[in-house]
């Protein structure tokens, strides 16, 4: 699967629950990649599986 979000040129990243001191993995993890791609564009997985015109839509809701 993520070589085909990788064949459209998407980063997908996987944020597991790992517990350990401190503040969770996943809650480092999000918070790096969102300082790391502020300017990105996010969209969940799922959009990848829209339609062109609910595809657009949700570009569009930014």
Do not use: I
């Not at 070589?3 to 993995?25: H, I, Q």
């Not at 564009?41 to 062109?52: I, K």
């Amino acid at each position: 699967m993520l070589a085909w979000f990788s064949r459209l040129r998407w980063m997908v990243e996987y944020l597991p629950e790992l517990e350990g001191k401190g503040l969770p993995y996943q809650e480092r993890k999000r918070d790096y990649l969102a300082w790391r791609y502020r300017d990105a564009v996010v969209v969940p997985a799922a959009a990848g599986l829209l339609d062109e015109e609910n595809w657009n839509r949700l570009l569009q809701m930014e």
